[in-house]
């Protein structure tokens, strides 16, 4: 099977961080857009998802939040070519970048799908791209750790590579 990539334009990597930071120990969610190409999406732009009440996990099923703000955009001159949403510590237990049972079963064929797991920073760390496609890094006061995955049949996924030259190469 074919290596996938994902490229994160730096306007969208800076609007997830700060999205999920925003509301830290809250879930977030918002949409990518961009483009897709044979094995690759490009990321130009993520966009948060506004709601009035924040809870530990997302209060709506993510679907209908996303086919909402779908179909406006449909009128667009970019596509919506996937979704990001955050993971977060609870009750002692530290946030994974890993899709949950039902965080597949909302993933849509054609679709990249990002998760970033927001954890309080034991220590400083450089971002870096890791072995497993992911990246990750500390900002601030925490750790953070950003990863892709497309589905390629019902509940099946393929991790997704991250290629984010503006986290890897200017962040310390």
Known sequence: MEEFNVYIKER????????????????????????????????????????????????EPKTSAIERMTEIIENMPINVIGDYHSHTEFRGDRARAVPSGEDIADMRMGNVHIIIAVNQKSKS???????????????????????????????????????????TGIFD
């Open 125 to 167: 760390k450089r971002w870096r791209q890791n072995k497993d496609g992911t990246i990750s890094g500390t900002l601030s006061d925490y750790h953070i750790k950003i990863s892709a995955a497309t589905p390629i049949s019902d509940y099946k996924f393929k991790p997704v590579r991250i290629i984010c030259p503006s986290a």
């Open 12 to 59: 969208a990597f800076l609007a997830m961080i700060l999205s999920v930071v925003e509301v830290y120990k809250r879930e977030t969610l918002g949409l990518l857009l961009g483009h897709r190409g044979e094995n690759k999406f490009v990321i130009e732009y993520a966009i948060p998802f506004q709601t009035a009440e924040r809870m530990f996990s997302w209060s």
